[in-house]
Nanobody
């Protein structure tokens, strides 16, 4: 069973950058798609980005396209979310998740989740 642990969250000023990490353990990611989601207070958990571990194919939500980049380091079994030009509306708890599906953009398609890391963007 895969276990996921997020890190890297914190307080950042609007326009700044932050990099989130998701370290995995328990099994290889080779047949998985890794995703980042976020949930702001009072809102549903929404898709941010995903990466197919083996091929490296990525998908980003329109709201973050051009600002956020998902990547992975196979040697470290770690997925990253580089967040640039952040905005106050990016404030949320960010979650890492895994699914065996090749393409997945909805939270119901993911069955393994990390505990989340808080990102707060000040204006």
């Amino acid at each position: 069973q895969v276990q996921l642990v997020e890190s890297g969250g914190g307080l950042v000023q609007g326009g700044g950058s932050l990099r989130l990490s998701c370290a995995g353990s328990g099994r290889t990611f080779s047949r998985l798609t890794m995703g980042w989601f976020r949930q702001a207070p009072g809102k549903e958990r929404e898709f941010v980005a995903s990466i197919r571990w083996s091929a490296g194919d990525t998908v980003e939500a329109n709201s973050v396209k051009g600002r956020f980049t998902i990547s992975r380091d196979m040697s470290k079994n770690t997925v990253y979310l580089q967040m640039n030009s952040v905005k106050p509306e990016d404030t949320a708890v960010y979650y890492c998740a895994a699914t065996p599906l090749r393409v997945a953009v909805h939270r119901s398609q993911y069955d393994i989740w990390g505990q989340g890391t808080q990102v707060t963007v000040s204006s």
